[in-house]
């Protein structure tokens, strides 16, 4: 009955040749959206400083100084040159490293989507098991509101009625910034009703399924205890769905933060990014861009090998994985 | 085989299991309470004016960081964000008068120079002696980043003696005291950059500065003016007005700058907050496209100016848009830049009647949708929102739509998400109508009129709406008079051509910026101009 489920190196070197591929798609990707974007950094930059739209010279001057003036594909190729060398170039606005930016921002944005992740994870999988327990009762129909609730109401609408509840009604949590675990709190909080409602219907669908199933009334009938059949076999398998969502959510929350980001002041690279954004800093938003993808991709790889270990009758690229005693 | 299982996990498991999982997180705010983590501001008896005595520090809540850090363009600790720790020559009172800074006097010395007279005795934080060396070093560091609106060279700035400095831009302009109030002529210390490393002359010293989450200054003991009252301020920057206002009411900050409009009610409210309006220093305003290519030339039609003058309620936009906090200013420039030449200008009143007849006598007939039309044409308008973002002239688009369509006017909405965007479209000429919110930020009354419609030399603006050469004579006129009353009387002239002859400018609202403070807040004087705040004056009183 020992389970032993390993990875087939063969798929995993497969997955990191594609990965490649994918990163240059991702690079060229990210570089053409920045460039072809109306507008351009001397615009947004200059505006600022002139206090009016810059003159044709004035841009002329500013795209030489930058190197803009060269041609698309030379600039892309000394970017993703510098790139695979660990140097996504230096912001327009700031004259800082990309990659220290992001490394200086990542991590509050990663304690963040962290934070929000664990704690969706842990309301969704147990709420979701209760609901399913109590298909059509009373806890079945309370986490449907939840989870409606979760899906319906914008984030920022959330966190506003956050901060009235506990920085000024009960002045417990401080509103916005970034002082502590206190500050940490309300913006969890936020993402957290944010994201949960779906998971937790994952849950509930999944758990129902595999209830029905044959071998959950087999253990059930050889005398498991009731405990046992649903951890370990209800459980296991009603997780796989979860485990997807779950891990590109937390790809989408080290990017898609920036609306409670914004409104917490929470310093992280979602609230960077967009103001590089405005600005048409090209370097920082391809650098980000690229960053993100590369996080997506490889979160996606992470989520395929999960599901060995979750559950072994899966095959991975043809691969059966051996030891399942199923 | 679910009732099974059910009859083995009891609902007090399944609780007691969830409560650890993380479902009682919710409460930690309770618990957080009851350990004293609240950061609200210690409560202050109110009414109480005495000056501060001792160590005060205090939390101000600004909009999002938007310096330039890199390059000449940078103005750390001077624009957007003025935290004064650096001083400009010349300063911009609250009536837009030019007071003297580091410069006690000035004087035209030739046809196109300025001599300043420096201030003696002031020093920089660092202790090293201010003088005509660093006021050379600053404008020919402005020289090499293009000279700014100034049009500064690398030879404009003489050095006379080390208290008197010669200014000849590249240009003749004669509004360069005017021009120099702005914070980017700031002056620097020769050989230094702004930034924590360079140190200014300002009532603040550096602290440090956290990109995007603070600046913080203290009082310069050295001062050569009145000291600051406060001897430390933490500006955080808070992006989102909202969140702004709610910090204050929390007692996270002291004050907050630029709160959103809905939310003042709210604040007022609950007491222990004062709101404090700055004088109108901005405007929102539609520029109407005259020279516009096919299909964008509606615009041309006079009758159409006048009824898009004439067509829309100010009064209600300003109430229900701008929750009644904004001035129904009739002209671009704030009223004291003008001074009594400001009475030039008539502007128009809400008048849907003569609207609706100088639409009538032009041959624009109501059609079956009730959209006018003539010749096969609709009346149906491009309205462009972009300036410096759609988000900040949110609401105005949906008014000025419902309002045109009452008089057969369709409007249809394109909104552009930032300046980038907005100046792509503007430069294409796609549009009949162009909404801003534009602002004036130094002294000089020609800067507005010029950089969006004079024609001397062409620009992206003036292409689409330069009235002609009226407007051009009186501008260049303005540029090139010597007495203030001149260049008031020509500017005033010149918006009377653009706003009441050729109707291109259509005024909708006058802007005021709208701080919040905690109630034990004094001392503030708001400039009009955000940019040119002083931040000395103000303190915790009690």
Same mark, same amino acid.
Request: a positive charge; proline letters at 7%; glycine letters at 10%.
């Given at each position: 009955?020992?389970?032993?489920?390993?990875?087939?190196?063969?798929?995993?070197?497969?997955?990191?040749?594609?990965?490649?591929?994918?990163?240059?798609?991702?690079?060229?990707?990210?570089?053409?959206?920045?460039?072809?974007?109306?507008?351009?950094?001397?615009?947004?930059?200059?505006?600022?400083?002139?206090?009016?739209?810059?003159?044709?010279?004035?841009?002329?001057?500013?795209?030489?100084?930058?190197?803009?003036?060269?041609?698309?594909?030379?600039?892309?190729?000394?970017?993703?040159?510098?790139?695979?060398?660990?140097?996504?170039?230096?912001?327009?606005?700031?004259?800082?490293?990309?990659?220290?930016?992001?490394?200086?921002?990542?991590?509050?944005?990663?304690?963040?989507?962290?934070?929000?992740?664990?704690?969706?994870?842990?309301?969704?999988?147990?709420?979701?098991?209760?609901?399913?327990?109590?298909?059509?009762?009373?806890?079945?129909?309370?986490?449907?509101?939840?989870?409606?609730?979760?899906?319906?109401?914008?984030?920022?609408?959330?966190?506003?009625?956050?901060?009235?509840?506990?920085?000024?009604?009960?002045?417990?949590?401080?509103?916005?910034?970034?002082?502590?675990?206190?500050?940490?709190?309300?913006?969890?909080?936020?993402?957290?009703?944010?994201?949960?409602?779906?998971?937790?219907?994952?849950?509930?669908?999944?758990?129902?399924?595999?209830?029905?199933?044959?071998?959950?009334?087999?253990?059930?009938?050889?005398?498991?205890?009731?405990?046992?059949?649903?951890?370990?076999?209800?459980?296991?398998?009603?997780?796989?769905? +979860?485990?997807?969502?779950?891990?590109?959510?937390?790809?989408?929350?080290?990017?898609?933060?920036?609306?409670?980001?914004?409104?917490?002041?929470?310093?992280? +690279?979602?609230?960077?990014?967009?103001?590089?954004?405005?600005?048409?800093?090209?370097?920082?938003?391809?650098?980000? +861009?690229?960053?993100?993808?590369?996080?997506? +991709?490889?979160?996606?790889?992470?989520?395929?090998?999960?599901?060995?270990?979750?559950?072994?009758?899966?095959?991975?690229?043809?691969?059966?994985?051996?030891?399942?005693?199923? | 085989?679910?009732?099974?299982?059910?009859?083995?996990?009891?609902?007090?498991?399944?609780?007691?299991?969830?409560?650890?999982?993380?479902?009682?997180?919710?409460?930690?705010?309770?618990?957080?309470?009851?350990?004293?983590?609240?950061?609200?501001?210690?409560?202050?008896?109110?009414?109480?004016?005495?000056?501060?005595?001792?160590?005060?520090?205090?939390?101000?809540?600004?909009?999002?960081?938007?310096?330039?850090?890199?390059?000449?363009?940078?103005?750390?600790?001077?624009?957007?964000?003025?935290?004064?720790?650096?001083?400009?020559?010349?300063?911009?009172?609250?009536?837009?008068?030019?007071?003297?800074?580091?410069?006690?006097?000035?004087?035209?010395?030739?046809?196109?120079?300025?001599?300043?007279?420096?201030?003696?005795?002031?020093?920089?934080?660092?202790?090293?002696?201010?003088?005509?060396?660093?006021?050379?070093?600053?404008?020919?560091?402005?020289?090499?980043?293009?000279?700014?609106?100034?049009?500064?060279?690398?030879?404009?700035?003489?050095?006379?003696?080390?208290?008197?400095?010669?200014?000849?831009?590249?240009?003749?302009?004669?509004?360069?005291?005017?021009?120099?109030?702005?914070?980017? *002529?700031?002056?620097?210390?020769?050989?230094?950059?702004?930034?924590?490393?360079?140190?200014?002359?300002?009532?603040?010293?550096?602290?440090?500065?956290?990109?995007?989450?603070?600046?913080?200054?203290?009082?310069?003991?050295?001062?050569?003016?009145?000291?600051?009252?406060?001897?430390?301020?933490?500006?955080?920057?808070?992006?989102?007005?909202?969140?702004?206002?709610?910090?204050?009411?929390?007692?996270?900050?002291?004050?907050?700058?630029?709160?959103?409009?809905?939310?003042?009610?709210?604040?007022?409210?609950?007491?222990?907050?004062?709101?404090?309006?700055?004088?109108?220093?901005? *405007?929102?305003?539609?520029?109407?496209?005259?020279?516009? $290519?096919?299909?964008?030339?509606?615009?041309?039609?006079?009758?159409?100016?006048?009824?898009?003058?004439?067509?829309?309620?100010?009064?209600?936009?300003?109430?229900?848009?701008?929750?009644?906090?904004?001035?129904?200013?009739?002209?671009?420039?704030?009223?004291?830049?003008?001074?009594?030449?400001?009475?030039?200008?008539?502007?128009?009143?809400?008048?849907?009647?003569?609207? $609706?007849?100088?639409?009538?006598?032009?041959?624009?007939?109501?059609?079956?949708?009730?959209?006018?039309?003539?010749?096969?044409?609709?009346?149906?308008?491009?309205?462009?929102?972009?300036?410096?973002?759609?988000?900040?002239?949110?609401?105005?688009?949906?008014?000025?739509?419902?309002?045109?369509?009452?008089?057969?006017?369709?409007?249809?909405?394109?909104?552009?998400?930032?300046?980038?965007? *907005?100046?792509?479209?503007?430069?294409?000429?796609?549009?009949?109508?162009?909404?801003?919110?534009?602002?004036?930020?130094?002294?000089?009354?020609?800067?507005?009129?010029?950089?969006?419609?004079?024609?001397?030399?062409?620009?992206?603006?003036? $292409?689409?709406?330069?009235?002609?050469?009226?407007?051009?004579?009186?501008?260049?006129?303005?540029?090139?008079?010597?007495?203030?009353?001149?260049?008031?009387?020509?500017?005033?002239?010149?918006?009377?051509?653009?706003?009441?002859?050729?109707?291109?400018?259509?005024?909708?609202?006058?802007?005021?910026?709208?701080?919040?403070?905690?109630?034990?807040?004094?001392?503030?004087?708001?400039?009009?101009?955000?940019?040119?705040?002083?931040?000395?004056?103000? *303190?915790?009183?009690?």
């Amino acid at each position: 009955m020992r389970r032993s489920a390993h990875v087939p190196f063969a798929y995993v070197a497969r997955r990191l040749i594609g990965l490649v591929a994918v990163w240059l798609g991702i690079s060229a990707l990210a570089f053409a959206i920045g460039h072809l974007a109306p507008g351009n950094p001397g615009t947004a930059i200059l505006s600022g400083e002139l206090g009016r739209l810059p003159t044709h010279a004035e841009l002329a001057a500013f795209d030489h100084h930058l190197g803009l003036d060269r041609p698309l594909v030379v600039q892309y190729a000394y970017w993703v040159a510098g790139a695979l060398h660990g140097n996504l170039g230096t912001s327009y606005l700031t004259g800082q490293s990309v990659f220290a930016l992001l490394a200086s921002r990542m991590p509050a944005t990663l304690i963040l989507a962290a934070c929000a992740l664990c704690l969706s994870a842990a309301l969704a999988v147990p709420l979701g098991i209760w609901a399913a327990l109590r298909s059509t009762r009373l806890p079945d129909s309370l986490t449907r509101v939840l989870a409606v609730g979760s899906a319906s109401l914008p984030s920022f609408w959330i966190g506003y009625l956050l901060i009235i509840a506990f920085a000024v009604l009960l002045p417990v949590l401080p509103a916005q910034g970034n002082a502590g675990l206190a500050s940490l709190i309300l913006p969890v909080l936020t993402l957290t009703i944010a994201i949960v409602g779906v998971p937790l219907r994952l849950v509930r669908t999944a758990v129902l399924e595999v209830l029905g199933q044959d071998y959950v009334r087999t253990a059930r009938a050889v005398g498991l205890p009731a405990r046992t059949v649903v951890v370990r076999h209800v459980l296991r398998n009603a997780l796989i769905p +979860v485990v997807t969502y779950l891990g590109l959510i937390f790809a989408f929350l080290l990017s898609g933060t920036v609306i409670v980001e914004t409104i917490f002041s929470w310093p992280g +690279v979602g609230l960077a990014v967009t103001t590089a954004i405005h600005n048409r800093d090209y370097p920082v938003v391809q650098g980000f +861009v690229l960053f993100t993808g590369t996080i997506f +991709v490889v979160i996606n790889l992470i989520v395929d090998l999960l599901y060995t270990l979750l559950d072994p009758r899966v095959r991975l690229g043809g691969t059966a994985v051996r030891g399942a005693d199923a | 085989m679910q009732d099974e299982v059910r009859r083995e996990i009891t609902r007090r498991d399944f609780i007691r299991r969830c409560a650890a999982a993380g479902i009682a997180l919710p409460a930690l705010p309770v618990v957080l309470a009851a350990c004293g983590s609240s950061q609200r501001t210690p409560t202050v008896s109110p009414g109480s004016t005495a000056p501060p005595a001792g160590n005060q520090e205090l939390t101000v809540g600004v909009a999002q960081d938007e310096y330039v850090t890199s390059g000449l363009k940078s103005h750390l600790g001077m624009y957007p964000l003025n935290v004064n720790v650096y001083e400009p020559l010349v300063r911009l009172d609250p009536d837009y008068s030019v007071s003297p800074q580091l410069a006690t006097s000035w004087k035209q010395v030739g046809a196109n120079t300025f001599r300043f007279q420096l201030r003696p005795g002031v020093t920089f934080h660092d202790g090293a002696p201010f003088g005509a060396s660093d006021v050379k070093y600053t404008f020919d560091r402005i020289a090499s980043g293009g000279g700014g609106l100034a049009g500064l060279g690398p030879s404009s700035t003489r050095v006379v003696d080390n208290l008197t400095v010669d200014v000849t831009p590249m240009a003749p302009n004669l509004r360069l005291v005017e021009q120099v109030v702005h914070p980017e *002529y700031s002056i620097l210390k020769q050989g230094t950059v702004p930034g924590l490393k360079g140190p200014g002359t300002g009532p603040f010293r550096w602290v440090s500065y956290v990109p995007q989450s603070r600046v913080i200054v203290k009082r310069n003991p050295t001062y050569w003016a009145a000291k600051a009252k406060a001897s430390g301020i933490t500006f955080e920057f808070v992006p989102d007005a909202t969140s702004r206002g709610l910090a204050l009411a929390a007692g996270q900050l002291d004050v907050a700058v630029a709160l959103a409009r809905p939310s003042v009610a709210s604040l007022k409210a609950r007491g222990a907050v004062d709101i404090v309006r700055a004088p109108v220093g901005a *405007y929102n305003a539609m520029y109407v496209n005259i020279h516009g $290519k096919p299909p964008y030339t509606i615009g041309a039609d006079p009758a159409v100016r006048l009824a898009l003058q004439t067509g829309i309620d100010r009064h209600a936009l300003i109430q229900s848009v701008f929750s009644g906090l904004a001035d129904p200013g009739h002209t671009l420039l704030p009223a004291p830049l003008l001074g009594s030449a400001a009475s030039l200008i008539r502007g128009f009143s809400y008048d849907q009647a003569r609207a $609706k007849a100088a639409l009538d006598g032009a041959g624009w007939k109501v059609g079956s949708g009730g959209i006018r039309a003539h010749n096969g044409t609709p009346l149906q308008l491009v309205l462009v929102n972009g300036f410096p973002d759609a988000a900040a002239n949110a609401g105005v688009p949906e008014f000025v739509q419902a309002s045109l369509r009452e008089i057969g006017i369709g409007i249809t909405i394109k909104s552009e998400p930032d300046t980038n965007s *907005y100046s792509a479209v503007l430069g294409q000429g796609a549009g009949d109508l162009f909404l801003e919110t534009g602002s004036q930020n130094d002294a000089n009354p020609a800067f507005l009129p010029e950089v969006l419609f004079y024609g001397k030399p062409p620009s992206q603006y003036s $292409k689409l709406f330069d009235p002609g050469p009226s407007f051009d004579a009186e501008i260049s006129a303005a540029l090139a008079a010597t007495s203030r009353a001149a260049v008031d009387r020509d500017v005033a002239l010149a918006i009377h051509q653009v706003e009441d002859v050729a109707m291109v400018f259509i005024q909708l609202a006058g802007i005021f910026a709208i701080f919040g403070l905690r109630s034990n807040i004094q001392g503030l004087v708001p400039n009009p101009s955000d940019v040119n705040q002083s931040w000395a004056s103000i *303190y915790r009183a009690g």
